[in-house]
Nanobody, 123 residues
């Protein structure tokens, strides 16, 4: 089994920054992909950013490109989402996800999910 624990959410003003963390524990894989998703009230969950653990290729939704950065720490088994220039429309519960099918697209389905962390951006 795999456990994903997110942290770092909070309430900020527009233009501020936050860094989310997702610590991975439990079963390990030689390679996998990880993603950050978010879900705002009344909306469907959407892809935010993804990373291929082997090689470190990164991918972003157009809405966050240039403002958010996904990165990983192989030693700590942690993936981060640095969020800069936050906007009120970034308000959502943010989830990290992991899937051992590293060859699939980072926007695809994921097997393991964290519990989510709330990000609230006020204007």
């Amino acid at each position: 089994q795999v456990q994903l624990v997110e942290s770092g959410g909070g309430s900020v003003q527009a233009g501020d920054s936050l860094r989310l963390s997702c610590a991975v524990s439990g079963r390990t894989f030689n390679s996998y992909r990880m993603g950050w998703f978010r879900q705002a009230p009344g909306k469907e969950r959407e892809f935010v950013a993804g990373i291929k653990w082997s090689g470190g290729s990164t991918y972003y939704a157009d809405s966050v490109k240039g403002r958010f950065t996904i990165s990983r720490d192989n030693v700590k088994n942690t993936v981060y989402l640095q969020m800069n220039s936050l906007k009120p429309e970034d308000t959502a519960v943010y989830y990290c996800a992991l899937d051992p099918a590293a060859w699939r697209a980072v926007r695809g389905s994921y097997e393991y999910w964290g519990q989510g962390t709330q990000v609230t951006v006020s204007s």
